[in-house]
Nanobody, 124 residues
Framework: QVQLVESGGGLVQAGGSLRLSCVAS????????LGWFRQAPGKEREFVAA??????TYADSVKGRFTTSRDNAKNTVYLQMNSLKPEDTAIYYC???????????????????WGQGTQVTVNS
């Protein structure tokens, strides 16, 4: 019943920035975890970042460069991506997971609903 729509992707040069948005609608439960994943051609979808009740967590590959945040009034989650590298090129997805203590937030199997993805391309 949850619908997620990502936007904000595009083409950017190495070292540049992009801000992705994920707008949620039809949510039936509160306190869900919001995760960001990305998938490059020929690769498995990989964890990027997550928003939890206690704060945020990030993949080692993006720590210090990416920041995720939430605006509850707008039902929107953001992924601010700075100092972009060519290896950041991928389709980026947002997803929701039911909150439970100790779940693996970096595993895509923990998530129930997914957006359609938005393409991010970083040129060198």
């Amino acid at each position: 019943q949850v619908q997620l729509v990502e936007s904000g992707g595009g083409l950017v040069q190495a070292g540049g920035s992009l801000r992705l948005s994920c707008v949620a609608s039809g949510r039936t439960v509160s306190g869900d975890i919001l995760g960001w994943f990305r998938q490059a051609p020929g690769k498995e979808r990989e964890f990027v970042a997550a928003l939890l009740r206690s704060g945020t967590t990030y993949a080692d590959s993006v720590k210090g460069r990416f920041t995720t945040s939430r605006d509850n009034a707008k039902n929107t989650v953001y992924l601010q991506m700075n100092s972009l590298k060519p290896e950041d090129t991928a389709i980026y997805y947002c997803a929701t997971a039911l909150y439970s203590r100790g779940i693996n937030v970096s595993s895509r199997t923990s998530y129930n609903y997914w957006g359609q993805g938005t393409q991010v391309t970083v040129n060198s």
